[in-house]
């Protein structure tokens, strides 16, 4: 079965700090997805980043980056000079399909709260 | 357009109402998803639609209803709600064609049931 663990139920920061979100995820699936989404108190969920198992590079966008790292199951998010903006509920997501409806199995989130 | 949208933002009903959710997205993809979620929770799976079929129902009460009447619409028919429906209800949608896709949220509707 499959399963992600978002161990990080809170984390409150202030302005400008670095951030880091944990994910480590379970699945027998030799090839599956990694997701991260964010969920602005507005309720829509925006996507941020899909990484595949057969792609370990880490990427990084902007202020954004990613570790990926496949012998820990681990995929973890940074977020470099946090800013009010990115106070939000970020979610960790897994799928192991590559065609059809892809079911996503979703960690229980993480509520990040950026102080001024 | 990379947009879902949702109507409406807000549902408040009754317990014996009959009302609809609309979902509808013009980004030509073919698969289609019903998420509930309930405060501080992750999102649940209700009904994914592939090719405007149904291909996935996780075990969803039957007074959820879904319909797609085209590659565009995704409908949610309510009836009979009880109060522990009450949740933010999410459309998605996911482009079936060429590489690994993923799936684009709309707003939701928050939707209270009395």
Known sequence: AQ???QAQTEISVVEKEDVTLDCVYETRDTTYYLFWYKQPPSGELVFLIRRNSFDEQNEISGRYSWNF???TSS???TITASQVVDSAVYFCALSDAIQGAQKLVFGQ???LTINP | DTEVTQTPKHLVMGMTNKKSLKCEQHMGHRAMYWYKQK???PPELMFVYSYEKLSINESVPSRFS???PNSSLLNLHLHALQPEDSALYLCASRGLAGSYNEQFFGPGTRLTVL
């Open chain 1, 75 to 77: 995929f973890n998010f």
């Open chain 2, 66 to 68: 879904p319909e797609c």
């Open chain 1, 3 to 5: 399963k992600v663990t």
């Open chain 1, 69 to 71: 790292q496949k012998s």
């Open chain 2, 39 to 41: 405060a501080k929770k």
């Open chain 1, 109 to 111: 989130g993480t509520r």
